[in-house]
């Protein structure tokens, strides 16, 4: 009888593919891949057909989504890798646990308070356990600031400044996908921002107190180009002759996977993978700017900036004894075609540029070498699924494993930063849910 950790994979778009590819190559001896879940079989055919090619695994069964419950009962699953679309992930953590199984879920955890209760409800209804991706913490070059703060290089922090840019490559690639509507991701300050203020939480130990917010649409969408007086009348971009000099235009047509998962799924889907970001509907902010104050006290003022020349981030963390600085350009994958933007994705192997910098204050500052990871997120996503999947994984002297509670406090820092958006006015976090002291759960 196999010994072998049984894991289930719900939603089979690209999201999935890291997860899929570790557990049937570096983990195979482990793990074992026992079902696919999806609304299209054209994915979860072609997952299949990577797994033959990658490992010479015979394919799991695959289930449409409507038989989840199906798939549990036949396959009996240990734990469930979510990794559909945001506003779903709460529908299958929930039911994933009713039913007895342990969660893994991509970030963020859901979208909204309404979701996110609902999921503390099923994990104090069953026990099951919930991890959050955060391949972020897992970086070393993130571990690395980290690891300075816990050994007091800048004393107590007091107030961190950050901005994250994302470039005309990466960030356009929301405004062509179901991330452009808010109903679907909680926009940028909820599905990409969660990896930025959970970095917040972990470096400075603390949960979000009360968060204010601006944002903007600014640049994509129709009216701003109709401002800026360019016209992109087209709804999508594959098969336009028009689009074929638009440098923001994404031919998914000429990408394998992005071929095989969605423009060979649409006529079960009618997903669109590559809409005009020019285009409507797009509700979601591309400018913004947050400011908060955390249980410790310590202030933080972030930005996030979705059309930027470059990609990368600036933070700095001042404490009582001295200041951190990281400077850093993520190396983003561009596949070009016809010199237009062919997929930006997450930053593949070591960053393009990296610059740690430490100031004490009666000293004279000096530079930290930044570790090199290889693989996704900056060398992160290898050291994270070793994590998550090693049955004997070495310690984790970071407290990098994110719980969900974790989950939520990044959330809620997007969720209360989108209500200010809407109302104006700064928001008690605990008015929306009580999070607890963070030394209280360690």
């Given at each position: 009888m196999s010994t072998r950790k049984r894991y289930a994979i719900v939603g089979t778009g690209s999201r999935a593919g890291m997860f899929i590819e570790s557990l049937a190559t570096t983990y195979q001896d482990v793990a074992e891949i026992v079902a696919l879940?999806?609304?299209?079989?054209?994915?979860?055919?072609?997952?299949?057909?990577?797994?033959?090619?990658?490992?010479n695994l015979a394919p799991p069964p695959t289930y449409y989504a409507g038989d989840f419950d199906r798939m549990v009962a036949e396959?009996?699953?240990?734990?469930?890798?979510?990794?559909?679309?945001?506003?779903?992930?709460?529908?299958?953590?929930?039911?994933?646990?009713?039913?007895?199984?342990?969660?893994?879920?991509?970030?963020?955890m859901t979208v909204d308070l309404e979701k996110m209760n609902a999921i503390?409800?099923?994990?104090?209804?069953?026990?099951?356990?919930?991890?959050?991706?955060?391949?972020?913490?897992?970086?070393?070059?993130?571990?690395?600031?980290?690891?300075?703060?816990m050994k007091g290089v800048i004393g107590q922090p007091l107030v961190v400044d950050f901005s994250w840019l994302l470039d005309v490559s990466h960030g356009a690639d929301y405004f062509r996908r179901w991330h452009r509507e808010k109903q679907n991701s909680g926009g940028l300050l909820v599905h990409k921002a969660t990896h930025h203020f959970d970095l917040v939480n972990w470096w400075i130990d603390s949960y979000p107190q009360e968060v204010f917010a601006y944002g903007n649409l600014a640049f994509y969408g129709d009216e701003n180009a109709r401002l800026r007086g360019e016209d992109y009348p087209y709804h999508r971009y594959t098969n336009v002759p028009e689009a074929k000099d638009d440098p923001f235009a994404l031919f998914i047509d000429q990408n394998k996977t992005l071929r095989g998962l969605y423009l060979e799924a649409e006529p079960e889907t009618g997903y669109i993978r590559d809409r005009n970001v020019f285009g409507k509907p797009i509700n979601i902010e591309d400018t913004m700017v947050v400011v908060a104050r955390y249980q410790n006290n310590v202030l933080l003022s972030y930005c996030l900036i979705a059309y930027s020349p470059w990609e990368g981030?600036?933070?700095?963390?001042?404490?009582?004894?001295?200041?951190v600085e990281l400077d850093i350009a993520e190396t983003i994958n561009h596949l070009t075609g016809n010199g237009a933007a062919q997929d930006g994705t997450a930053s593949k192997g070591p960053f393009k540029h990296a610059s740690l910098r430490v100031h004490p204050m009666f000293s004279d500052a000096?530079?930290?070498?930044?570790?090199?990871?290889?693989?996704?997120?900056g060398g992160a996503d290898p050291v994270m699924l070793e994590q998550l999947f090693s049955p004997t994984p070495p310690p984790d002297l970071f407290n990098r494993a994110a719980s969900h509670i974790d989950g939520a406090a990044s959330i809620l820092t997007g969720i209360a930063a989108n209500q200010a958006i809407r109302t104006g006015k700064p928001v008690k976090v605990n008015d929306l849910f009580p999070l607890p002291d963070v030394q209280s759960v360690k």
């Open positions: 879940c999806d609304l299209s079989q054209t994915r979860m055919n072609w997952y299949n057909d990577q797994l033959k090619q990658m490992a396959t009996e699953p240990d734990v469930v890798i979510v990794t559909t679309m945001d506003a779903t992930h709460h529908i299958y953590i929930v039911r994933a646990m009713e039913l007895g199984c342990d969660v893994i879920t991509e970030k963020p503390f409800d099923a994990i104090e209804r069953t026990g099951k356990r919930l991890r959050v991706t955060f391949n972020y913490r897992y970086s070393p070059a993130y571990t690395k600031v980290r690891e300075l703060i981030l600036r933070l700095s963390i001042t404490g009582t004894r001295g200041r000096y530079q930290v070498e930044v570790p090199v990871g290889e693989g996704g997120h």
